[in-house]
């Protein structure tokens, strides 16, 4: 996880608005370097599994609270799990491609301190917001949760908006307690989940004073992550950047500055505020994600897709199914955002503001507008812009220096580079061949100078950021988009080729750190099959196993290669064949074949040639796991060639040895 920025100071004065105070904020702000990421973007959804009410846009993260997923939802009584809600939600998640936030909250009746409290007031939820009476019930709860879900989610909170009473009545140690003994338990059993802190909520600013106590109880030492909820009351998102400073300033004095910072649920859900207009309500969306990121923030999870509860900026209509004009500046938000580097935001004296972007094409776009009201806007002759686009996705070529903007933000798109061009290699991570790659395939891009992480992304799913890379696919038909990358590190990116790209020539640009671009070239097939080799250069030694099933149903597992240690220095290691007491089954991994008729697959070695049985590799996105039977007539092949076919298309020729 790429470490947040402390925002810098900002600068204050007041205005007045009708009879209430207004503070707004001309500031100049220090965005984060890196890219936007996919999974900035996130949501809530209370009935995810209801087709009607279901998130139907593309976001990149989704908080399970108010799911119905809590400890008293899955444990209601002591040792009766119920995890059918739960398991279909995650098998959603991963089929949506969403990184999931799981919190740990509440306590079953049987379990409270204090099962008869009814702080929700509400009979259905006694005891909840208490602690748990016995904290082995609390470590039983994190057991189970994190072993069944191992691998598949990623990030765990601990309980939800402590400092609201409805929500917590425990104490602030007692708390810090609950939050060592999961982080303990969450990563001996699955190292590479995260702990997000307490979420506290802004509650008019009284938030501060208790994160500040979370923290001198000792919250920093087990928490990867510090959620905050920004609720900000009736203020505009033009404060959002005063209340985060504020927040980092409180991680800073406990030394958790560098930590990143997530906004894991927030809207405008208040009685004292109301929306006088549907645009309005999509303006407050566009500018709180474009101002959350600016100030540091690393995460924005939504709430809620199917909220209609509290008078607010709602994502859909009373209907529950109808998306809202404010969902879509969610999307175009989104669109504008994903993948550019903002390096700039700030206020002018006229009062417009000007968020400017580098987009992973490599060219200048402008993000502006006025929260006073309309006004002509002046647009800089340095700017070369061709068109604006609205929060609708509508554009219009620009005939004048001048435009009209209010207070829903407009993009102003260039064709103007922000950075140097630079060339680079592209080739099939498994082959090595500059050829032609598949859609849905596994890419390296290479560049001496490209510098990105080093990160790997080695389960799904994988987004269109990582480290601080980005990968931009111009097609045919003079669209592009990004691709969803698996290693960002120096030299190297690998990527997968979107599946939905059109076969032909393609243009790909790379952006890491700094103010350089790659760019290179490939064409794109519909199939083109690909095996991993042991050295990771295309040839020589196959990089897979073989499977022994030994009589009296004992299994045993051999490589199809051995290493000296060194790069490239990998040789064949001798594998048997099946006997008649014995089945071997070969397992290698290949990538190109993802649109390819499965039935029309075959392997070739031992001059002979074999179906195969396909399917993905679920811990490495964009290959694919192929398997074979080595037949008894296979004893005695000795060193060999294999090579994979698919419609007419072959693979590399790669080497193994067969007893």
């Not at 009935?47 to 809590?70: H, Q």
């Not at 980005?470 to 290693?487: C, E, K, M, R």
């Not at 076969?503 to 794109?524: E, H, M, N, S, Y």
């Amino acid at each position: 996880m790429r470490k947040a920025l402390i925002p810098v100071a900002c600068v204050l004065y007041l205005l007045q608005s009708g009879t209430t105070a207004r503070a707004q904020v001309a500031t100049n702000l220090k965005p984060p370097p890196g890219p936007v990421t996919a999974t900035y973007f996130g949501m809530h959804n209370h009935e995810p599994l209801n087709p009607l009410r279901r998130v139907s846009i593309d976001i990149g993260t989704y908080r399970l609270w108010d799911a119905d997923v809590n400890w008293p939802n899955l444990e209601p009584t002591r040792g009766k799990w119920v995890f059918t809600r739960l398991d279909a939600i995650i098998a959603l998640a991963e089929q949506r491609n969403w990184q999931v936030i799981l919190p740990f909250a509440f306590s079953p009746a049987w379990a409270s301190a204090r099962p008869t409290e009814d702080a929700f007031h509400t009979p259905a939820r006694l005891g909840w917001s208490a602690e748990p009476r016995d904290l082995n019930d609390w470590r039983d709860y994190i057991q189970t949760v994190a072993t069944r879900y191992k691998g598949r989610v990623h990030y765990y909170e601990i309980w939800n908006e402590p400092n609201n009473s409805d929500n917590f009545t425990g104490t602030i140690p007692q708390l810090v307690t609950l939050a060592k003994e999961a982080s303990s338990i969450v990563k001996s059993i699955d190292p590479g989940a995260r702990i997000v802190s307490p979420p506290v909520a802004y509650n008019s600013g009284d938030g501060l004073k208790y994160l500040d106590s979370l923290f001198a109880a000792g919250i920093g030492e087990y928490a990867d992550v510090i959620g905050y909820h920004f609720y900000i009351d009736d203020e505009p998102p033009e404060r959002l950047p005063v209340h985060i400073a504020e927040v980092r300033q409180v991680m800073a004095n406990h030394g958790a500055g560098e930590k990143p910072l997530w906004n894991t649920e927030a809207c405008w859900a208040t009685v004292w505020i109301r929306f006088p207009s549907a645009a309005k309500q999509a303006a407050w969306v566009a500018r709180s994600y474009i101002l959350n990121w600016a100030a540091g923030v690393e995460q924005y999870d939504w709430y809620a897709w199917d909220n209609r509860v509290y008078p607010s900026i709602y994502m859909l209509e009373a209907d529950l199914h109808t998306p809202t004009v404010a969902a879509d500046a969610y999307v175009e938000t989104r669109k504008w955002l994903m993948g550019s580097r903002m390096t700039s935001v700030s206020q002018d004296q006229s009062g417009f503001w000007n968020a400017t972007l580098v987009r992973p094409d490599g060219t200048f776009a402008y993000v502006v507008w006025n929260p006073a009201g309309t006004a002509k806007f002046t647009i800089p002759s340095s700017w070369h812009s061709i068109r604006v686009r609205d929060l609708a996705g509508e554009t219009e070529l620009l005939s004048s220096s001048q435009f009209s903007i209010g207070e829903s933000p407009v993009l102003f798109e260039t064709d103007t580079l922000a950075v140097a061009i630079n060339d680079a290699r592209a080739i099939s991570a498994a082959s090595g061949s500059r050829g032609a790659v598949a859609r849905g395939s596994l890419v390296s891009i290479f560049a001496t100078a490209l510098d990105a992480g080093p990160e790997s992304r080695n389960y799904t799913p994988l987004f269109q950021t990582l480290g601080d890379a980005t990968v931009f696919i111009q097609d045919t038909s003079d669209t592009g988009q990004l691709a969803p990358l698996a290693y960002a590190g120096p030299g190297q990116v690998n990527f997968a080729v979107p599946g939905n790209t059109p076969t032909g020539p393609t243009v790909i640009t790379v952006i890491g750190r700094g103010t350089t671009a790659f760019r290179a070239t490939l064409d794109v097939a519909n199939v083109v099959p690909g095996i991993f080799t042991a050295n990771a250069n295309g040839s020589g030694p196959l990089a897979g196993y073989v499977i022994l099933n030994n009589p009296g149903g004992a299994q045993t597992l051999q490589y199809t290669f051995h290493c000296t240690g060194a790069p490239g220095t990998c040789e064949d290691a001798s594998i048997p064949a099946s006997n008649s007491s014995r089945t071997s089954t070969l397992v290698l991994f290949a990538t190109g074949m993802a649109k390819a008729d499965l039935l029309q697959i075959r392997a070739t070695l031992c001059r002979q040639t074999l179906p195969v049985t396909i399917g993905p590799a679920n811990s490495l996105p964009g290959v694919e796991q192929l398997t074979l039977r080595l037949p008894e007539s296979f004893a005695g092949c000795g060193p060999t060639t294999l090579t994979i076919s698919a419609q007419d298309a072959i693979s590399n020729v790669v080497t193994l040895d067969i007893q």
